[in-house]
């Protein structure tokens, strides 16, 4: 049973610490044209988008942005296979030399980044990759760790994250779900 | 349980219409993987895949070896040559041994209909249909229909006509059961003696005349005429099929509409088409390629990406 | 289980109808044998005498199959004499026509008297067919006098038709001096090159050749011309189209002598049974369209068709495993060949008898066979039947050394409880 636990932001916490993020990228990259933000399909992708327009209307620089769908870089299918909506890779500028921004809505075992940063490699060499979350709910399986953060939940288990977006869900707004039988 | 309806993919005859879309959307998403620098995806890293061919096959071979390799599979290939096969002996023989090695995915291509279906009563391994004599080449009619798909958006209505050598051919069957779940409708053309018997059971219309066929049609899918089927009797020349089924620049400007031009390969050049019209732009030839490799990259994802999962969980 | 049993001095077959098919009447009675013979009809009193119970069966002449093959002379790998004989008599048999096999044609006086030498140690009748050509060859006639004083009850080259008219014509009429029929396969083999399966919608979709219907009617008609013109005896075998038994009607009313035979198979099955490449069905001639098959049961009850013969055609797993392509044509078949028979021709309303007719007073009528009635002094050649068992047919069934057999899993009416031949008995006791 998926229950909710509780509302932890709503869309105006959303939109601050969306702002926030776009200003801690500005500040940690000096040359804004080296940057390009990749968001991972499918709520990463409207993240990076949003941020992609901040970092745009704030410094009035023209910044690249780009969608990466790990399906196929995944070493589990069927979970991947049941999200509703998989679609191309979108990356139309040169990754390499590059500093990608990756963005996606929840770090949790870190296997899907691993995934995102392999299938960024099939299309150049970038000179570093940072990465962006709104949420980090800890339960780490590799060594990765995130550059810019939303909020940090330290969840137990059977508590997950949900991340809704108005594109997708209708609605912006970060919900704690309670998992447990 | 593979994301498909079968466990193998032995005919489209089996296949459902959610099947075939599946594919056509998987496909598209491989298609982007081909456009990258690198044009590789580690999705079947550690499967294992047979490829065998019990008949000669140049370019199906080549796009499922390509296929298998993009999606960092492992694999290994026999070829049979087919006086050793004429007894018939080496299939099961060999198919034993290929049980014994426990490999994953078999694709195979036999000269006897049948055979595939046959090979999955005595293994276990996912098995492939790259053309089992002239029964179905259900990846051939895949690519065909992803062709089309990217082409005009949807196959619903879409009136697509198969132009030459029904009979003998592995492709026609395959592409006929396809293309009729996917909405579309489809007439044959060629020689009335090259047009299989009751093949109007299967909702299909048959025409004899050419113009007729190219009049009605949005696409035509221009079958190859096999020179050793000339030798017996059965097309009187090159020169009396070209005249009356040959696909010319001359028959196709002449039409109210620009149609589609597609062959499975290879071609007969001057003979069941020309040159011109091969290279020319209503031909979508070479895309029927990129797609053939895309497509089967999709089947293979399709079917096999979940063996993984299935040797994960018998570890634990 | 079935038991083999030696039925040694008097045993009492009692509590059965009695039914002689070829005086075509019920006796009254119980039925006492000795040692081999018939010795007594009627009220029998079974005081220290050996009882078979047969309440509820019926009692009958012995079978006779015209289209067995027993691969014999051969190296005994798919069938031998003593398991063909086994098979047999599971079905009912107790007379058995072997075809001469292309690998080792019955084409001489010498493998002729072979076969009647071997059988002479059995305890069925085996009766040859000869080869019509020398090594089925097509080219020179066999010494059919010689051949049928050993004991030659009709010619044929098996599986291989006769291509050149002229052949068959003299062949009938050197043939007719000896009053034994001619059996030719009804296959056109230019129009059959390569074929399968029956053409038709099936076969286009199992992307099989086909074979057309006309490859099989085509050559009974031209044979059936040529016995007309030559009075020539003809046996019709395996008939499997509507437009055969047609041509085979017109003929037989015209008064050419010719007979017609079925096999279980296709009284059974349509062609459906071949749609998974199920190479048990890969039979010659090809399953037909149900239209075919209901013809098929119409020319038995009118009597156009008088035989049902097993074409008991053994075949190693290991060649029926091949692809559909590759593999031999042909399944076993007289372990179920009556059960399966009955059970189908029971429902197209046949009376017992009737049936019973189709493999015993039919095949003795087409090929001008002695056989045994059921009298006092005859030789024991019995059928015990029980019309009204269910039952279902299994590999257990199944005494051929191949297992090539179309009708496994089938659920049957009607079985053969016992065959008795002279002193020896097979069967349920």
Same mark, same amino acid.
Request: net charge neutral.
């Given at each position: 049973m998926k229950k909710i636990k509780a509302h932890l932001q709503n869309e105006n916490d959303l939109k601050r610490t969306l702002m926030r993020i776009s200003h801690e990228i500005i500040e940690k990259n000096p040359d804004l044209n080296k940057i390009a933000i990749v968001g991972i399909r499918t709520r990463g992708e409207v993240i990076a988008q949003r941020i992609t327009q901040l970092i745009s209307k704030i410094t009035n620089t023209q910044i690249d942005n780009g969608t990466v769908d790990v399906t196929f870089y995944r070493d589990d299918f069927k979970n991947n296979f049941d999200s509703p909506k998989i679609g191309p890779s979108d990356i139309?500028?040169?990754?390499?030399?590059?500093?990608?921004?990756?963005?996606?809505?929840?770090?949790?075992?870190?296997?899907?980044?691993?995934?995102?940063?392999?299938?960024?490699?099939?299309?150049?060499?970038?000179?570093?990759?940072?990465?962006?979350?709104?949420?980090?709910?800890?339960?780490?399986?590799l060594p990765i760790k995130t550059d810019f953060v939303g909020k940090n939940y330290p969840t137990s288990i059977n508590e997950h994250i949900h991340v809704h977006i108005k594109e997708i869900d209708g609605e912006d707004e970060v919900l704690l779900m309670d998992y447990s039988e | 349980m593979s994301i498909l309806s079968t466990k193998h993919f032995i005919g489209l005859e089996e @296949?459902?219409?959610?099947?075939? *879309?599946?594919?056509?959307?998987?496909?598209?998403?491989?298609?982007?993987?081909?456009?990258?620098?690198?044009?590789?995806?580690?999705?079947?890293?550690?499967?294992?895949? @047979?490829?065998?061919?019990? *008949?000669?096959?140049?370019?199906?071979?080549? +796009?499922?070896?390509? #296929?298998?390799?993009?999606?960092? #599979?492992?694999?290994?290939?026999?070829?049979?040559?087919?006086?050793?096969?004429?007894?018939?002996? &080496? /299939?099961?023989? &060999?198919?034993?041994?290929?049980? #014994?090695?426990?490999?994953?995915?078999?694709?195979?291509?036999?000269?006897?209909? =049948? +055979?595939?279906?046959?090979? &999955?009563?005595?293994?276990?391994?996912?098995?492939?249909?790259?053309?089992?004599? +002239?029964?179905?080449?259900?990846?051939?009619?895949?690519?065909?229909?992803?062709?089309?798909?990217?082409? /005009?958006?949807?196959?619903?209505?879409?009136?697509? @006509?198969?132009?030459?050598?029904?009979?003998?051919?592995?492709?026609?069957?395959?592409?006929?059961?396809?293309?009729?779940?996917?909405?579309? *409708?489809?007439?044959?053309? =060629?020689?009335?003696?090259?047009?299989?018997?009751?093949?109007?059971?299967?909702?299909?219309?048959? +025409?004899?005349?050419?113009?007729?066929?190219?009049?009605?049609?949005?696409?035509?899918?221009?079958?190859?005429?096999?020179?050793?089927?000339?030798?017996?009797?059965?097309?009187?020349?090159?020169? *009396?099929?070209?005249?009356?089924?040959?696909?010319?620049?001359?028959?196709?400007? @002449?039409?109210?509409?620009?149609?589609?031009?597609?062959?499975?390969g290879p071609m007969n050049r001057g003979v069941e088409i020309d040159s011109d019209v091969a290279e020319g732009d209503h031909a979508i030839i070479l895309d029927q390629v990129l797609n053939g490799v895309a497509v089967r990259m999709s089947i293979l994802y399709c079917l096999l990406g979940n063996e993984k999962d299935i040797k994960k969980n018998e570890k634990k | 289980m079935r038991k083999n049993k030696v039925l040694s001095g008097e045993w009492v077959l009692s509590n059965g109808k009695i039914y002689d098919p070829y005086q075509n009447k019920f006796l009254k009675g119980d039925l006492l044998i000795n040692n081999g013979?018939?010795? !007594?009809?009627?009220?029998?009193?079974?005081?220290?005498?050996?009882?078979? $119970?047969?309440?509820?069966?019926?009692?009958?002449?012995?079978?006779? $199959?015209?289209?067995?093959?027993?691969?014999?002379?051969?190296?005994?790998?798919?069938?031998?004499? !003593?398991?063909?004989?086994?098979?047999?008599?599971?079905?009912?048999?107790?007379?058995?026509?072997?075809?001469?096999?292309?690998? !080792?044609?019955? $084409?001489?006086?010498?493998?002729?008297?072979?076969?009647?030498?071997?059988?002479?140690?059995?305890?069925?009748?085996?009766?040859?067919?000869?080869?019509?050509?020398?090594?089925?060859?097509?080219?020179?006639?066999?010494?059919?006098?010689?051949?049928?004083?050993?004991?030659?009850?009709?010619?044929?080259?098996?599986?291989?038709?006769?291509? %050149?008219?002229?052949?068959?014509?003299?062949?009938?009429?050197?043939? %007719?001096?000896? %009053?034994?029929?001619?059996?030719?396969?009804?296959? $056109?083999?230019?129009?059959?090159?390569?074929?399968?399966?029956?053409?038709?919608?099936?076969?286009?979709?199992?992307?099989?050749?086909?074979?057309?219907?006309?490859?099989?009617?085509?050559?009974?008609?031209?044979?059936?011309?040529?016995?007309?013109?030559?009075?020539? %005896?003809?046996?019709?075998?395996?008939?499997?189209?509507?437009?055969?038994?047609?041509?085979?009607?017109?003929f037989q009313k015209k008064g050419v002598r010719v007979s017609a035979e079925a096999t279980p198979h296709h009284i059974v099955f349509n062609e459906n049974a071949v749609s998974h490449y199920n190479t048990n069905a890969k039979v010659y001639p090809p399953l037909r369209t149900e239209k075919n098959r209901k013809a098929i049961i119409n020319a038995i009850k009118s009597k156009v068709i008088s035989c049902i013969a097993s074409d008991h055609s053994p075949h190693s797993s290991e060649d029926k495993e091949k692809d559909i392509k590759h593999a031999p044509f042909g399944t076993i078949g007289l372990e179920s060949a009556f059960s399966a028979s009955y059970t189908e021709l029971i429902k197209n309303n046949l009376e017992v008898t009737d049936i019973i007719k189709l493999f015993t007073s039919g095949p003795k009528d087409a090929f001008h066979l002695n056989t045994e009635l059921i009298k006092i002094g005859s030789n024991v050649s019995l059928t015990i039947i029980d019309p009204n068992k269910d039952w279902t047919f299994s590999e257990s069934d199944i005494y051929s050394k191949s297992q090539n057999s179309l009708m496994l899993g089938m659920k049957f009416k009607g079985r053969v409880e016992l065959t008795i031949s002279g002193k020896n008995a097979f069967g349920y006791f």
């Open positions: 139309k500028f040169d990754v390499s030399g590059r500093n990608i921004i990756l963005i996606d809505d929840v770090l949790y075992t870190g296997r899907t980044i691993r995934a995102a940063m392999d299938e960024i490699f099939s299309y150049g060499r970038p000179d570093s990759i940072q990465l962006g979350v709104l949420v980090d709910r800890g339960h780490r399986e | @296949a459902t219409k959610k099947d075939i *879309e599946t594919l056509i959307d998987v496909g598209y998403m491989f298609k982007e993987v081909l456009d990258r620098p690198i044009k590789k995806v580690p999705s079947l890293t550690g499967i294992n895949i @047979a490829n065998l061919f019990f *008949e000669n096959s140049t370019r199906t071979k080549l +796009s499922f070896e390509l #296929a298998e390799k993009r999606l960092s #599979a492992d694999v290994i290939n026999f070829s049979a040559s087919s006086s050793s096969l004429n007894k018939g002996e &080496t /299939f099961k023989d &060999t198919v034993q041994n290929i049980h #014994a090695m426990k490999i994953d995915g078999i694709v195979m291509r036999h000269p006897t209909p =049948g +055979s595939c279906l046959q090979l &999955t009563k005595y293994v276990d391994s996912v098995i492939i249909n790259a053309g089992d004599g +002239s029964h179905e080449h259900p990846t051939q009619a895949m690519l065909d229909i992803m062709s089309l798909h990217e082409k /005009f958006g949807s196959l619903s209505g879409l009136k697509v @006509a198969i132009i030459g050598d029904i009979l003998h051919s592995r492709v026609a069957l395959s592409n006929i059961y396809g293309l009729n779940k996917m909405g579309a *409708e489809v007439m044959l053309c =060629g020689p009335a003696h090259l047009i299989p018997p009751f093949i109007e059971d299967l909702d299909v219309s048959v +025409s004899h005349d050419l113009n007729e066929a190219l009049d009605w049609a949005d696409a035509i899918n221009v079958l190859r005429i096999q020179r050793e089927r000339m030798g017996i009797g059965l097309i009187p020349s090159v020169r *009396e099929y070209r005249k009356f089924f040959g696909i010319t620049n001359k028959r196709l400007s @002449a039409l109210k509409n620009k149609i589609i031009v597609m062959h499975p | 013979k018939i010795h !007594k009809i009627g009220t029998i009193n079974k005081k220290n005498i050996n009882v078979i $119970d047969c309440s509820g069966t019926i009692i009958t002449s012995g079978f006779i $199959d015209v289209r067995s093959h027993f691969r014999q002379p051969g190296s005994g790998y798919n069938e031998t004499m !003593k398991s063909g004989v086994m098979a047999a008599m599971a079905g009912g048999y107790t007379t058995v026509c072997v075809m001469s096999d292309t690998d !080792k044609p019955l $084409d001489s006086p010498e493998s002729i008297k072979y076969i009647i030498d071997k059988s002479k140690e059995l305890p069925i009748s085996i009766l040859p067919i000869g080869s019509l050509s020398v090594n089925h060859k097509g080219k020179e006639l066999c010494e059919f006098g010689h051949m049928v004083q050993e004991g030659a009850v009709a010619f044929s080259d098996s599986e291989i038709p006769i291509r %050149n008219s002229q052949f068959l014509r003299y062949a009938l009429e050197y043939c %007719n001096m000896y %009053n034994i029929p001619i059996i030719n396969y009804s296959k $056109d083999i230019d129009m059959s090159h390569e074929g399968v399966v029956n053409e038709s919608i099936i076969s286009t979709q199992l992307g099989l050749k086909g074979l057309p219907d006309m490859s099989e009617s085509t050559i009974v008609f031209r044979d059936l011309m040529i016995a007309e013109k030559t009075q020539g %005896n003809i046996h019709i075998a395996m008939v499997s189209t509507k437009q055969s038994i047609d041509i085979i009607r017109g």
